[in-house]
């Protein structure tokens, strides 16, 4: 057996575990990452792709936004449209901040990288990773890698191994609570060899569902439609599929998405779930492992990346100064900002999707509060000062 000795021992190599170890290094704290798949699949796994103002910051700060700076897109507003007519959010013009489009994917290998130049341990392909002794402050992480068990022994855990992982589950069912949407639709989205045939990403609310348009590089487009939940991806030929997005994004001004090589497709479910408290014992969750938000708002990996930078801060406190204070305070920290960004993406959401429950009422004071938003500035306003980002708080 492998027994490796560590101040903070991470689950998960994700855009939380990696920034979390990166914080940390620069704090100059030691960590290990454990994390069951390959690196290469971590690099590959398409996600998310809009990075706040803040989470831009951050990256620059800690200076991993090289790739980001150069290759990211940054974005002055959003597009919201409502049966083929477009109305723009100008984000920048009303916050001062814009958003980046840079894909989930493409951070987690710009952060690999960094981690492995700075001589930082993560080790994939750890298979059947758990949790031990978390209510003391002696807890270790055990895996088996090519067969070996591997401990892991450290004064904390990080827990960031997502929606399903294994650190949640470790914790007593009685010391915490879950709070849980579930949405009656999905999204089935596409990657495309197809340069983007608009400057900003469209939200579009139509009768015959909501679609996304994003993208990822010049070359590369990235679209959703709402599905059911239960939706066979096979019944959904890639013709099928873009014949439903002309015909849900396609505009009374004669703009409609431009079609290409489907690179890759998939069905996400939508839920909205929150843990409280983050953290027991030596455990503190970080990322998806304590909290999902539908992708309406764009906030995933913008939770997580702040969810770090309390938890990186916390660690340094308590390392360097001999605190335990901002420990104490990290899950109501984080909380405060993850309920603004529920709320916020709970409203995207209902606000843009056609929902089976809806009831006429429900249907009418939908279509007033897009009217109203497309209508009004301080609408505009709430909107763009939450997809943009709220501030850090420590
Ligand atoms: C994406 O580009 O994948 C994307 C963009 C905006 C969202 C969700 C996903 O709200």
Redesign the pocket.
Known sequence: MGRTQTQVGIVGAGPAGLMLSHLLHLHGIESVIVEARSQRYCEERI????LEHGTVEMLRQTDVADRLDREGMRHEGIEIGLNGHLHRIPLTEITGKSIT?YGQHELVKDLIARRLADHGEIRFECGNASLHNIDSPHPFIRCEREGQVEEIHCDFVAGCDGFHGTARSSIPELVITCYERIYPFAWL?ILAEAPPVREE?V?MHHERGFA?Y???SPAIT?L?LQCAPDENLDEWTDDRIWTELQLRLGCSDGWRPREGRVLQKGITGMRSFVVEPMQYGSLYLAGDAAHIVP????KGMNLAMADVFVLAEALRAFYKQNSRAKLETYSSICLRRIWKAQRFSWW?TSLLHLSPDATPFDRRRQLAELDYLTSSRAAAASLAENYVGLPMEL
């Open positions: 996600r998310a792709g809009v489009v989205g990403l939200y996304l994003s993208m990822r990235r959703y992708p309406t708002g764009a995207m």
